[in-house]
C-alpha cells in the first residue's frame, strides 16, 4: 500500500470519523474593545449623516490616517501554523493588545 493511501485514509478517519478540522489560525493586529466598536459606530454613523446632507463635495473634505504602530513581525507560514481542531473548537485568533 502507498503511502499516499495511507495519508487518505488517515484524513478521512481523523475528518470524517473523529470530525476533527484543520485550520489556521491568523494573526490580528488588535482586537477592538466594546467601546470601540461603539465609537466607531458611531462616528460612521455621523459621517453617513453629513455625507447624505452634503454629497459628494464632501469627499474632497477627508483627511484619513491611521495612528496604530506595530513592531515588524515575521509571521510564520500558513502551513506552520495549521493545526487540527475538534469541529467543535472555536475559531483561534492570535491578537496583539495595543494600548492607544
Excluded at 27 to 38: A, D, F, Q, Y
Excluded at 43 to 54: A, C, D, I, Q, V
Excluded at 60 to 79: F, L, R
Aim: overall charge positive; proline content about 3%.
Amino acid at each position: 500500500v502507498s503511502s499516499r493511501v495511507k495519508q487518505k485514509k488517515i484524513f478521512e478517519i481523523v475528518s470524517e470519523r473523529l470530525r476533527y478540522r484543520k485550520l489556521c489560525s491568523h494573526w490580528v493586529p488588535k482586537m477592538l474593545t466594546e467601546i470601540l466598536k461603539n465609537k466607531r459606530l458611531v462616528s460612521s454613523l455621523t459621517f453617513l449623516k453629513r455625507y447624505n446632507r452634503e454629497s459628494d463635495e464632501l469627499l474632497s473634505q477627508i483627511v484619513t490616517g491611521d495612528e496604530t504602530w506595530m513592531a515588524y513581525v515575521t509571521p510564520e507560514s500558513k502551513q506552520q501554523s495549521v493545526e487540527w481542531r475538534h469541529f467543535t473548537s472555536p475559531n483561534k485568533s492570535e491578537v496583539q493588545w495595543l494600548s492607544s
